[in-house]
T-cell receptor
Framework: GQSLEQPSEVTAVEGAIVQINCTYQ??????LSWYQQHDGGAPTFLSY????GLEETGRFSSFLSRSDSYGYLLLQELQMKDSASYFC???????????????FGRGTQLTVWP | NAGVTQTPKFRVLKTGQSMTLLCAQD?????MYWYRQDPGMGLRLIHY???????AKGEVPDGYNVSRLKKQNFLLGLESAAPSQTSVYFC?????????FGPGTRLTVL
């Protein structure tokens, strides 16, 4: 089966740095994705890591260690608008799809205080 | 370019009623998905499609049916709604690495 673990809540103040960890156990692995979801909104794509290492996109970075089945999302220079839920998702093989399919964690609620 | 759209945005059903949720995408994606999201849970895959005329079961398919008669549309049907199907339903289409989600349909079954 597939399982993903991430903290349920994280709080931080504006301007700070926060790291959201994700550990996973999956049968087969293509890559790790991160999605952001504001209250009442749709999930939106943030990043995808297929290889080990750090990927940086503006204030957000994502890291993957395949050998440790671990990844994290790093958010720098936090802003109030970053308050949202963040989901890690593993893309794993699926016999019905050459792209595989995504398995989502339960999400981490990030609250940024002024 | 509207991306992924869903209709309706909200719906209230009585137990046993049926309905169809419509998803449309204008990005020419082959792959489309239906998820449900419940409080404190991540997104769980109901059904998906890898192309026009194809469908496959996901993690929680019971009580739902789907059809993909046209590449741009993916329909999710509830034949006999149950209170356990109260949820927010998201449709998505994807490239290899990225899924693009619609705005969601909030469904309540009384």
């Amino acid at each position: 089966g597939q399982s993903l673990e991430q903290p349920s809540e994280v709080t931080a103040v504006e301007g700070a740095i926060v790291q959201i960890n994700c550990t996973y156990q999956t049968s087969g692995f293509y890559g790790l994705s991160w999605y952001q979801q504001h209250d009442g909104g749709a999930p939106t794509f943030l990043s995808y890591n297929a290889l080990d290492g750090l990927e940086e996109t503006g204030r957000f970075s994502s890291f993957l260690s395949r050998s440790d089945s671990y990844g994290y999302l790093l958010l720098q220079e936090l802003q109030m608008k970053d308050s949202a839920s963040y989901f890690c998702a593993v893309r794993s093989p699926d016999r019905g799809s050459t792209l595989g399919r995504l398995y989502f964690g339960r999400g981490t609620q990030l609250t940024v205080w002024p | 370019n509207a991306g992924v759209t869903q209709t309706p945005k909200f719906r209230v059903l009585k137990t046993g009623q049926s309905m169809t949720l419509l998803c449309a995408q204008d990005m020419n994606h082959e792959y489309m998905y239906w998820y449900r999201q419940d409080p404190g849970m991540g997104l769980r895959l109901i059904h998906y499609s890898v192309g026009e005329g194809t469908t496959a079961k996901g993690e929680v398919p019971d009580g739902y049916n789907v059809s993909r008669l046209k590449k741009q549309n993916f329909l999710l049907g509830l034949e006999s709604a149950a209170p356990s199907q109260t949820s927010v339903y998201f449709c998505a289409s994807s490239t290899a690495d990225t899924q693009y989600f619609g705005p969601g349909t909030r469904l309540t079954v009384l």
